[in-house]
């Protein structure tokens, strides 16, 4: 029976070669990695950072605080749920159904979600949520509001939605594998209801934030490592075409870029969700990335916790970096900068971390 070891390898074969898998991968120049270097040399500021229990409650992806002074933070339970400064007096403040990520609070005071599984939403003072626009369930990342109430949006990705392919996590993953770059920036107008797409062209659009102006938006795009600067009046800018109204902030980070947040302080801070990996060495060669897919799970290499977030100016310059090397931290996605402390982000963690930023610290840049 010489013939089954051939047949099994035979079918191995075809198995790796030829079984469905849900990306068409396209070939890409991946920027050659910096490491932990220069402005991001490696150090320890995330590691002693003290937690606050939620209670049972997973993914702390983004944080806000509110005009009542309360934190605000969306959960993997599609819970919007609110919380003093300390941690104490945690309640549901609402309840999206789906994944509510980023957030920003409007002028009338109603809470203004980027939820991946329903769409654009807007959570009255009451908790009472209601669909804007068109009501189109996309996967939305992340939201800041401009002049006239106008809301800028990134889209991650018209390909994967987290509701069909088994959640945010893995729909990103998909994306960045597949590197088709269909992220999108929209514009939404509450008076009018319009929606107008300002830029298109993105790997994983993830994080946004205003420049002090209002003239600009910020946009960190993960699956190419870069930040975009981009003009809040541009319209259909192809950002793989070079424009005056595009400018790469940065453009070879060390990790995958998440959330953007602007502290009081007129400074932004950045999240990482990982470092970069071996998916690069495989940037030229997509059938790879789908025999990638084709291989278990199980057998896959479980990624290092790495905790990292770093502010900078809106010229470029980096003023903070905040690292855990040691694989402490929860999956770090952003940090939220209120004067007195730093909350960070996470993806995947049941806390909510935090920093003690004394007024000399925080100008100084020290990270403590």
């Known amino acids: 029976?010489?013939?089954?070891?051939?047949?099994?390898?035979?079918?191995?074969?075809?198995?790796?070669?030829?079984?469905?898998?849900?990306?068409?991968?396209?070939?890409?120049?991946?920027?050659?990695?910096?490491?932990?270097?220069?402005?991001?040399?490696?150090?320890?500021?995330?590691?002693?950072?003290?937690?606050?229990?939620?209670?049972?409650?997973?993914?702390?992806?983004?944080?806000?605080?509110?005009?009542?002074?309360?934190?605000?933070?969306?959960?993997?339970?599609?819970?919007?749920?609110?919380?003093?400064?300390?941690?104490?007096?945690?309640?549901?403040?609402?309840?999206?159904?789906?994944?509510?990520?980023?957030?920003?609070?409007?002028?009338?005071?109603?809470?203004?979600?980027?939820?991946?599984?329903?769409?654009?939403?807007?959570?009255?003072?009451?908790?009472?949520?209601?669909?804007?626009?068109?009501?189109?369930?996309?996967?939305?990342?992340?939201?800041?509001?401009?002049?006239?109430?106008?809301?800028?949006?990134?889209?991650?990705?018209?390909?994967?939605?987290?509701?069909?392919?088994?959640?945010?996590?893995?729909?990103?993953?998909?994306?960045?594998?597949?590197q088709s770059a269909t992220g999108r920036v929209l514009e939404y107008d509450p008076a009018s209801k319009a929606l107008r797409e300002v830029a298109r062209g993105f790997s994983l659009a993830n994080g946004i934030a205003l420049?002090?102006?209002?003239?600009?938006?910020?946009?960190?795009?993960?699956?190419?490592?870069?930040?975009?600067?981009?003009?809040?009046?541009?319209?259909?800018?192809?950002?793989?075409?070079?424009?005056?109204q595009a400018q790469r902030l940065f453009d070879k980070l060390p990790g995958y870029p998440d959330n953007l947040t602007r502290a009081p302080d007129g400074r932004l801070w950045l999240g990482f969700g990982g470092p970069r990996n071996e998916l690069d060495k495989m940037a030229r060669t997509p059938f790879l990335r789908s025999m990638v897919l084709r291989i278990p799970r199980f057998l896959w290499a479980a990624p290092k916790p790495y905790g990292h977030v770093m502010a900078f100016s809106e010229d470029g310059k980096v003023l903070d970096d905040l690292q855990d090397p040691g694989g402490q931290s929860p999956l770090t996605t952003g940090a939220t900068d209120i004067g007195a402390r730093l909350y960070i982000h996470n993806a995947d963690g049941n806390t909510l971390d935090w920093l003690e930023r004394s007024p000399t610290s925080a100008a100084a840049g020290t990270g403590k």
């Open 1 to 178: 029976m010489l013939w089954l070891p051939a047949a099994g390898t035979l079918a191995l074969a075809l198995y790796m070669g030829l079984w469905p898998v849900p990306i068409d991968p396209v070939a890409w120049d991946a920027p050659a990695a910096p490491g932990y270097t220069g402005a991001h040399a490696v150090n320890s500021k995330l590691a002693n950072a003290r937690r606050i229990d939620l209670h049972g409650e997973v993914g702390p992806e983004h944080v806000l605080a509110g005009p009542d002074g309360k934190l605000y933070t969306g959960l993997l339970s599609g819970n919007i749920v609110r919380m003093q400064p300390d941690g104490s007096g945690q309640e549901v403040f609402a309840a999206t159904g789906g994944r509510p990520l980023g957030m920003a609070f409007a002028a009338d005071g109603s809470l203004v979600v980027a939820d991946a599984i329903k769409g654009l939403l807007s959570v009255a003072p009451g908790g009472q949520v209601s669909a804007l626009g068109d009501g189109q369930a996309r996967f939305l990342n992340a939201v800041a509001i401009g002049a006239g109430g106008k809301l800028y949006v990134t889209e991650s990705s018209t390909r994967f939605l987290p509701a069909v392919h088994g959640g945010t996590v893995e729909a990103a993953m998909l994306d960045v594998m597949e």
């Open 211 to 244: 420049s002090g102006d209002g003239t600009s938006l910020f946009v960190s795009e993960s699956g190419r490592y870069r930040v975009w600067k981009i003009a809040t009046d541009a319209d259909r800018l192809d950002v793989g075409t070079p424009s005056a």
